[in-house]
């Protein structure tokens, strides 16, 4: 079992900054990617970003070069820095793991962070 705790989620005005972080936690698991779903209401969960444990990255289109993820691999923890937020990020933020717990590869999901973004 993978645990994933978040954090870094608030109110901000358009324009202004946040980043969020994601712990991963438990025993004897081995991480192959990180990142970041978002939901808002009545929307599905989307892809913001992800980090690979070699550090590659990919990002959805609408980030348009505003966050950036990276990891700090020793501290099993990944983090989105985003910047330049519009109202329409407003959503709950997700971080998402795909470990390896025992002998089995499986996603795994935070309980989310709320961000909301004031125009």
């Known amino acids: 079992q993978v645990l994933l705790e978040e954090s870094g989620g608030g109110l901000v005005q358009a324009g202004g900054s946040l980043r969020l972080s994601c712990v991963a936690s438990?025993?004897?698991?081995?991480?192959?990617?990180m990142g970041w779903y978002r939901q808002a209401p009545g929307k599905q969960r989307d892809l913001v970003a992800f980090?690979?444990?070699?550090?590659?990255?990919q990002y959805a289109s609408f980030v348009n070069g505003r966050f950036t993820i990276y990891d700090d691999n020793a501290k099993n923890t990944v983090y989105l820095q985003m910047n330049s937020l519009k109202p329409e990020d407003t959503a709950v933020y997700y971080c998402?793991?795909?470990?390896?717990?025992?002998?089995?590869?499986?996603?795994?999901w935070g309980q989310g962070t709320q961000v909301t973004v004031s125009s």
């Open positions: 438990g025993s004897g698991f081995r991480i192959n990617r």
């Open positions: 980090i690979t444990n070699a550090g590659s990255t």
């Open positions: 998402n793991a795909f470990a390896m717990a025992g002998l089995t590869w499986a996603d795994y």
